[in-house]
């Protein structure tokens, strides 16, 4: 598969203007940003024969939501989002305290599935669904580094609904390398290689109101889980 590189200025606030600018030539193809000791790639717009305001609509009415508990350290409280969790028979999924068994593919997510393998080259056998029902909704800074995921995971997020900023902060290193990544509707972003060992991300709660964001984190567990993990 080939991949257009284009470097963003390493780090600091991605502003829409620049993405708005880069996007002119470059929304139809994967686009690796200059993030050292990450291979992340995005691409704005995945063509899915239909809207992809269409397809926020069915995954918030079609998807099992559940308001799950988890807990950390010791303290137990509700997430800020809805998720739910499907995948192939047996891939289980284990973190902060919740252990997910998956529910078995709509045809919905069984047609994304199929658009990322296609555009990655790459197969999935479980994914992750986040609903950011608002502004209050978040998911705080993490990696996806999860025992059962293995070493130097691929993981492809496709995004519907309203734009929210994807944040990916450097585990050590300088603040100043934080990027904010603004993800569109029917974007898909793509992590891999050791992105998950040098680099934390999350999406923050916003102070002004705004509408509802559904994330699908396409992902392969492939392991034994050996630890407890936390977000
Ligand atoms: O909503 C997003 O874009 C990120 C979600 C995420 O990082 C996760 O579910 O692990
Ligand atoms: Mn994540």
Same mark, same amino acid.
């Given at each position: 598969?080939?991949?257009?590189? @284009?470097?963003?200025?390493?780090?600091?606030?991605?502003?829409?203007?620049?993405?708005?600018?880069?996007?002119?030539?470059?929304?139809?193809?994967?686009?690796?940003?200059?993030?050292?000791?990450?291979? @992340?790639?995005?691409?704005?717009?995945?063509?899915?024969?239909?809207?992809?305001?269409?397809?926020?609509?069915?995954? @918030?009415?079609?998807?099992?939501?559940?308001?799950?508990?988890?807990?950390?350290?010791?303290?137990?409280?509700?997430?800020?989002?809805?998720?739910? !969790?499907?995948?192939?028979?047996?891939?289980?999924?284990?973190?902060?305290?919740?252990?997910?068994?998956?529910?078995? !593919?709509?045809?919905?997510?069984?047609?994304?599935?199929?658009?990322?393998?296609?555009?990655?080259?790459?197969?999935?056998?479980?994914?992750?669904?986040?609903?950011?029902?608002?502004?209050?909704?978040?998911?705080?800074?993490?990696?996806?580094?999860?025992?059962?995921?293995?070493?130097?995971?691929?993981?492809?997020?496709?995004?519907?609904?309203?734009?929210?900023?994807?944040?990916?902060?450097?585990?050590?290193?300088?603040?100043?390398?934080?990027?904010?990544?603004?993800?569109?509707?029917?974007?898909?972003?793509?992590?891999?290689?050791?992105?998950?060992?040098? !680099?934390?991300?999350?999406?923050?709660?916003?102070?002004?109101?705004?509408?509802?964001? @559904?994330?699908?984190?396409?992902?392969?567990?492939?392991?034994?889980?050996?630890?407890?993990?936390?977000?």
């Amino acid at each position: 598969m080939f991949y257009r590189y @284009v470097g963003l200025q390493g780090g600091g606030l991605l502003r829409d203007k620049e993405l708005k600018m880069q996007s002119l030539f470059t929304s139809q193809e994967l686009v690796k940003l200059n993030l050292p000791g990450a291979d @992340v790639r995005y691409q704005e717009h995945l063509e899915f024969g239909r809207s992809a305001g269409e397809i926020f609509d069915d995954l @918030v009415r079609q998807i099992s939501w559940k308001h799950e508990d988890i807990t950390i350290h010791g303290k137990t409280f509700k997430q800020p989002r809805l998720t739910a !969790w499907y995948g192939d028979p047996g891939m289980s999924y284990t973190y902060s305290g919740l252990s997910l068994a998956p529910l078995a !593919w709509p045809a919905l997510l069984l047609e994304l599935k199929r658009k990322v393998e296609e555009v990655t080259q790459q197969t999935y056998n479980s994914a992750l669904l986040n609903q950011y029902r608002g502004h209050r909704d978040s998911v705080g800074f993490h990696a996806d580094d999860e025992p059962e995921l293995g070493r130097n995971p691929t993981i492809a997020s496709l995004s519907f609904g309203e734009t929210r900023e994807f944040v990916l902060k450097p585990k050590r290193g300088r603040p100043g390398q934080t990027t904010r990544l603004p993800l569109a509707s029917g974007s898909l972003l793509v992590m891999a290689g050791e992105t998950q060992q040098n !680099w934390l991300h999350g999406v923050e709660k916003l102070n002004a109101p705004c509408g509802g964001r @559904v994330n699908i984190t396409f992902r392969n567990i492939v392991g034994q889980r050996r630890g407890r993990f936390a977000r």
